[in-house]
């Protein structure tokens, strides 16, 4: 037997199917935790002063080597020392919220492709041969621009 099938029956095993979600759960958490500190350019051992934890703690909790969900408050703090929020938000709402993202970027495109081929019924003038490249999803660098 694999390690992937054996991943495969843990997941699936009634008995074990609870302490796996907790494990992937963690595991998430753990990635956007080290994610945020590496937007902040934090080190773990500057995140373990600022939290007053060890590092080996700060690794645990990354690669989501922890037994629960890390704590609700400890999240926050970790969001707080990196200059981030900690929003909680169920998956309907980012959903939503992708829906809008995605309408915006339809009208964008619409009028960039209505501006590029000069439609007499366009309101937008054609771009001096530049084209602006919008992308709406979170952390992305700001706009970029390509001459044609």
């Known amino acids: 037997m694999s390690i992937k099938d054996l991943i495969e029956k843990k997941r699936l095993d009634p008995a074990l199917h609870d302490a796996w979600i907790v494990a992937e759960m963690a595991k998430s958490a753990g990635a956007v935790l080290r994610a945020m500190r590496s937007r902040a350019g934090l080190t773990q051992k500057k995140m373990a002063a600022a939290l007053d934890i060890s590092q080996p703690r700060v690794s645990q ?51 960039v492709e209505a501006a590029a081929s000069n439609t007499p019924n366009s309101n937008i003038e054609k771009p001096a041969g530049r084209i602006l490249e919008i992308d709406f999803s979170p952390g992305t660098p700001a706009p970029k621009t390509r001459t044609e």
Do not use: F, H, Q
């Open 61 to 111: 909790l990354e690669n989501g080597k922890v037994e629960n969900m890390p704590p609700l408050d400890l999240m926050a703090r970790y969001a707080d020392a990196c200059g981030e929020s900690l929003v909680l938000t169920t998956a309907a709402e980012i959903d939503s919220l992708v829906s809008e993202r995605d309408a915006l970027r339809a009208i964008v495109k619409s009028r």
